[in-house]
């Protein structure tokens, strides 16, 4: 098993038990002290857990901005039936704005059918991704490389955004509850505002482990945004709410 892989089991371990001992986690993974120490030390260097002599507890999630590595591995077969979805919305010729988030990243390979899309994008990886498709012209926005994430933030950031009119923005969030949508920093939120600001039309991809989660950093209301696109049905609550606001829930 390669790291990448033992640190989302001891992830997905911690999420049920919340603290577990190093030597539990030897014995569910079959392997070293050493090896499983290495692992939480990389998970505690990126926010995700707190050691304690012989073991480790989870960091709850609210207002953390896990790095792209964990995100990545988030909820991926949701996320692919999120973005083939989103492809309903998107046309050739068209011009579109794309956050760096994982779930947005995943559509990536499946915009090699389009022709002569234009993409903007403050993702390192996403610009990476699209760069192999002939048919897609892409620009990636100047800024502020986010420690342990492949996010471009900031002022210039923002600016850089402005200089753009698209067609489409598909955006993500951290959470989602009756009263709109959450981003865990205000940096990520404001670069994905200024996306919604200048498109004709903005999508949102969801999936259903952010529902009724309400971070400090609102994103936006339902207003702003098209269609909310997730891979199940949200609660009645949240649904009105977005129906009410003339948004569309597509799942």
């Known amino acids: 098993m390669f790291s990448k892989e033992r640190s989302e089991e001891i992830l997905n371990i911690l999420k049920v038990k919340k603290q577990v001992s190093t030597s539990y986690l030897c014995q569910k993974l079959y392997c070293s002290i050493a090896t499983i120490r290495r692992d939480l030390i990389e998970l505690e260097k990126a926010g995700l857990i707190k050691r304690f002599h ?89 800024g502020q490389l986010k420690t342990g994430s492949t996010s471009i933030i900031g002022e210039f950031t923002s600016n850089f955004i402005d200089n753009f009119r698209a067609d489409l923005s ?13 981003e865990a920093s205000q940096t990520q939120a404001l670069v994905k505002q200024h996306m919604i600001k200048n498109s004709k039309s903005t999508i949102l991809l969801c999936d259903s482990s952010k529902f009724n989660h309400s971070n400090f950093y609102k994103l936006d209301s339902f207003a702003n945004i098209e269609a909310v696109i997730t891979d199940t049905e949200p609660s009645s609550k949240i649904l009105n709410s977005i129906l009410l606001e003339g948004c569309e829930v597509i799942y």
């Open 54 to 142: 012989g073991g480790a507890s989870l960091v709850p999630n609210f207002n953390i901005e896990y790095p792209h590595m964990f995100r990545e591995m988030e909820n991926q077969q949701a996320k692919n039936y999120i973005c083939n979805l989103a492809l309903d919305f998107i046309s050739d010729g068209y011009a579109i704005f794309l956050d760096s988030s994982s779930t947005v990243g995943s559509i990536c390979h499946l915009l090699n059918d389009y022709d002569n899309l234009t993409v903007v994008t403050n993702g390192v990886k996403t610009a990476l991704d699209l760069v192999q498709l002939d048919s897609i012209t892409t620009f990636i926005a100047g």
């Open 170 to 182: 598909i955006i993500s969030c951290r959470g989602l509850d009756e009263n709109g949508a959450y």
